[in-house]
């Protein structure tokens, strides 16, 4: 069993960045890939960016490359989600979501998700 708990959403203009964190507990962290999704209103929740258990594979969506930076630290059990250049279009909640399976981008193969967090960005 895994909990995921996400911080670090808000309201932030254009052009800035905001930092998001999910803490995990429970066993195997660093056996997992895990995982940013966001969902905006009567939208799919859709992948933003993911990372291998090692750190060593990074995917991300074309909308958010070059912006976004996902990471993790398994010492912490902290996966993050640097946003920079952020723009209204990336208004949404954001979940963290944890996964075994070799697919990444479909939101049905991860077994474990956070709450979510609001990213508002106003222009």
């Known amino acids: 069993q895994v909990q995921l708990v996400e911080s670090g959403g808000g309201l932030v203009q254009a052009g800035g960045s905001l930092r998001l964190s999910c803490a995990a507990s429970g066993r195997a962290f660093s056996s997992y890939t895990m995982a940013w999704f966001r969902q905006a209103p009567g939208k799919e929740r859709d992948l933003v960016a993911a990372?291998?258990?090692?750190?060593?594979?990074?995917v991300y969506a074309d909308s958010v490359k070059g912006r976004f930076t996902i990471s993790r630290d398994n010492a912490k059990n902290t996966v993050y989600l640097q946003m920079n250049s952020l723009k209204p279009e990336d208004t949404a909640v954001y979940y963290c979501?944890?996964?075994?399976?070799?697919?990444?981008?479909?939101?049905?193969?991860?077994?474990?998700w956070g709450q979510g967090t609001q990213v508002t960005v106003s222009s």
């Open positions: 979501a944890a996964n075994r399976s070799p697919v990444v981008a479909v939101p049905e193969y991860y077994s474990y």
């Open positions: 990372i291998r258990w090692n750190g060593g594979s990074t």
